[in-house]
């Protein structure tokens, strides 16, 4: 530890984050003390390992034969032809079916190479946050793919509206702790894993799911979803033989989005949309859309857009989709949307149900309802659109969890 | 007023070990905290360290944490704690330093921030989720405005880290005593005694110990080990917390008292 550099290894200067974990004024590291040493720790075997075909070579095996990969790149026809106009014109609309992976969303994909990073550096105890269970349930899988000591932290009220994964998780051996302060939700189980990792540092490796935290979480999240762009940008080559026209992802934290998104953004032809949830409304303060309400803070050790109230402290959002009930979202999402590079939008509770349904009937698909916030937004976007432009949605996870949910929710009208 | 520094350069002439004991303000009212900080102050606190309650408390553990959920339920403001502070300042000698987390900060604005602060009558600051990496936001105009920042090194920080911490740290040096969150522990690891020696050789700045000291029995260790000072923080919360609002403000002094003993003795 006495050789960890007080300043990281300099990422390249033209890209983001810098060696800071900057993302223009956003990211940072904001953490107790007795985490530095740990974050300069796993920056270095980042670092090391991104390159390395060792660890290249296991990942991507496991990413193929383990997960699925690459998933498919899927057309909806009849969500297609629900969207088109009059003319027959109307965004063609694809679906990245990061549902099919393995435990059903593109949460693996970084669990299981944040895994692989966690058995090279020597850390055999694992803990994790999770709000919809969907990263704990993938962590709780890579845990039991390597043999590691697995431990999920989890808000009380969402161990509730997401019971079936609780179960799966413990299933295959992991430990679910639920937190039970604030409003028992993803904020607060964040809080209480980060909790953990000051107390455990030196034993533990912390598999944080989304592309927020402190650096250098952002950027290898990132890093280990990009994958779902770079296949996007060849499966789009096979079959059109050109880039898409218009990419779109539910934002949470972000890291579908991002994952989906970062292959894409030096191509300025490529239309970049984030959907937020806008839970009862963003003229009610029971949402959880925090770049269209939020106001530049400190949370969880980044610097971002952060739904605060006037005295800086973090409100508790709503969402029913309890993967985006977060009241900040990753740096690099909050730098593309001051730079102008991505568009973010939000949808209400009830338009995500509506989609969640729609989805369901018109392509015998159930996406989860963090991603039925995307398909959500279908209803503002397509009667703007000219032509006949093609839409990448990322479908990021399978609403199998959801249904529970989804059936409380509209009671009878299921019969 | 007197600052952190002229105070500690103070005990030290006496070579005495400072008692800094902390609270949450506005738990269990902010009329209780008015009170206690005047109770310390009596019974030998030699600096007090003032938490601003916070909504997501990372470095803190269940005490401290339940405490600022308890006072942010009541409507504590910022603002009432800055009021707070202005008035009770002037009738007490031990320097108040505030313990805020960085997004109230932030959120007011840092030169403000810092003005409003210095105006109410406080010494100095503990941010406990600013590292070295993100201090230079804040350490530039506290130093400007008179307010002096304390850093924290902890037992994971590495020697050459120790050294530039210590050097930009104002005040003196908060060395967290544990790998983990605040809050009572039944003992302390010993290996803090290893970890101040090696915060000595890299400066001659006073080091306060703090995280997990819950009695005079510790405050005799981190005596012994020869720090400049010990925080003593969930075990104040929990004792004010505790019952009646005046016999706990009775029965924080008595606590106070018999930790300053052990720390003069």
Redesign the interface.
């Known amino acids: 530890?006495?050789?960890?550099p007080?300043?990281p290894q300099s990422a390249s200067p033209t890209t983001v984050p810098d060696s800071?974990g900057r993302f223009g004024q956003f990211g940072?590291?904001?953490?107790?003390?007795?985490?530095?040493?740990?974050l300069a720790e796993l920056e270095a075997a980042f670092w090391k390992y991104r390159d390395d075909a060792d660890f290249q070579a296991e990942l991507n095996g496991l990413l193929k034969d383990y997960v699925g990969r690459p998933s498919p790149l899927y057309f909806a026809e009849r969500l297609t032809q629900h969207y088109a106009k009059p003319d027959g014109t109307g965004a063609q609309i694809y679906l990245k079916r990061e549902d099919l992976n393995h435990t059903g969303a593109h949460k693996i994909n970084n669990a299981i190479a944040q895994a692989i990073l966690a058995k090279r550096m020597g850390k055999k105890r694992i803990i994790a946050e999770t709000g919809a269970g969907q990263h704990g349930v993938a962590t709780a899988t890579a845990c039991a793919r390597f043999g590691l000591e697995c431990i999920i932290y989890m808000g009380v009220h969402d161990m509730e509206r997401q019971a079936l994964n609780v179960f799966r998780m413990r299933l295959m051996g992991a430990e679910v702790r639920g937190v039970s302060?604030?409003t028992g939700t993803l904020?607060d189980a964040t809080?209480q894993a980060?909790?953990d990792w000051?107390?455990?540092?030196?034993t533990t490796h912390y598999i944080l799911g989304s592309v927020a935290g402190p650096h250098p979480y952002p950027m290898m999240v990132r890093d280990f979803h990009a994958i779902i762009g770079t296949e996007t940008r060849q499966q789009c080559q096979d079959l059109w033989g050109g880039l898409p026209d218009i990419l779109m992802a539910c934002v949470g934290g972000g890291s579908n989005a991002m994952g989906l998104f970062h292959e894409f953004i030096p191509e300025p032809s490529v239309r970049l949309i984030g959907v937020e949830a806008a839970g009862f409304g963003t003229d009610t303060d029971k949402h959880a859309a925090t770049l269209t309400k939020g106001?530049?803070?400190?949370?969880?050790?980044a610097?971002s857009y952060?739904i605060?109230d006037?005295?800086?402290?973090?409100i508790e959002p709503h969402s029913i989709s309890a993967g985006l009930d977060y009241p900040g979202v990753g740096p690099e999402h909050s730098y593309m949307h001051d730079n102008g590079r991505a568009e973010y939008y939000s949808v209400t509770d009830d338009e995500a149900l509506d989609a969640f349904q729609q989805v369901s009937r018109l392509e015998g698909i159930i996406p989860a309802l963090e991603t039925a916030h995307a398909f959500a937004y279908l209803d503002y976007l397509c009667p703007t659109v000219e032509g006949s432009p093609k839409l990448v949605i990322n479908c990021s996870g399978r609403g199998d969890k959801d249904v529970q949910t989804v059936a409380k929710v509209l009671g009878d009208k299921l019969g | 007023m007197t600052s952190v520094s002229e105070r500690f350069a103070q005990l030290r002439d006496r070579e005495e070990c400072a008692l800094i004991p902390f609270i949450t303000a506005g738990d269990p009212s902010l009329k209780a905290t008015g009170a206690a900080l005047k109770a310390l102050d009596q019974n030998g606190a030699d600096f007090i360290e003032l938490g601003v309650p916070?909504?997501?408390?990372?470095?803190d553990?269940p005490t401290i944490?339940a405490a600022a959920?308890r006072s942010?339920t009541r409507g504590t403001?910022?603002d009432d704690v800055l009021k707070l502070v202005s008035e009770v300042s002037p009738d007490i000698s031990a320097p108040i330093i505030l313990f805020t987390?960085?997004?109230?900060?932030?959120?007011?604005g840092v030169e403000t921030f810092l003005k409003d602060i210095k105006t109410a009558g406080a010494a100095g600051l503990v941010v406990?989720?600013?590292?070295?990496?993100?201090a230079d936001s804040l350490l530039k105009p506290a130093a400007e405005i008179g307010i002096e920042v304390t850093?924290?090194?902890?037992?994971?920080?590495?020697?050459?880290?120790m050294e530039?911490?210590a050097e930009q740290s104002q005040g003196f040096i908060y060395l967290?005593s544990?790998?983990?969150?605040t809050g009572m522990r039944t003992q302390m690891q010993t290996r803090v005694g290893d970890v101040l020696k090696q915060v000595r050789e890299v400066t001659d700045k006073p080091v306060g110990i703090g995280f997990g000291i819950s009695g005079p029995e510790q405050a005799k260790q981190v005596k012994g080990w020869g720090a400049d000072g010990a925080i003593v923080g969930s075990a104040c919360v929990k004792l004010l917390a505790d019952g009646d609002e005046a016999e706990a403000v009775k029965n924080l002094g008595a606590f106070c008292k018999s930790l300053k003993a052990v720390l003069t003795a």
């Not at chain 1, 006037?310 to 973090?314: A, C």
């Open positions: 530890m006495t050789t960890t007080i300043r800071l940072g590291k904001y953490v107790p003390e007795t985490l530095m040493p740990a302060a604030g904020k809080s980060i909790r000051v107390t455990n540092v030196e106001r530049v803070g400190v949370l969880h050790g610097m952060l605060q006037e005295d800086g402290q973090v | 916070y909504a997501d408390p990372l470095a553990g944490q959920t942010l403001k910022l987390y960085y997004n109230p900060i932030l959120n007011r406990p989720d600013l590292p070295l990496e993100e850093l924290l090194i902890a037992p994971t920080s590495p020697v050459e880290r530039a911490i967290v544990v790998t983990g969150v």
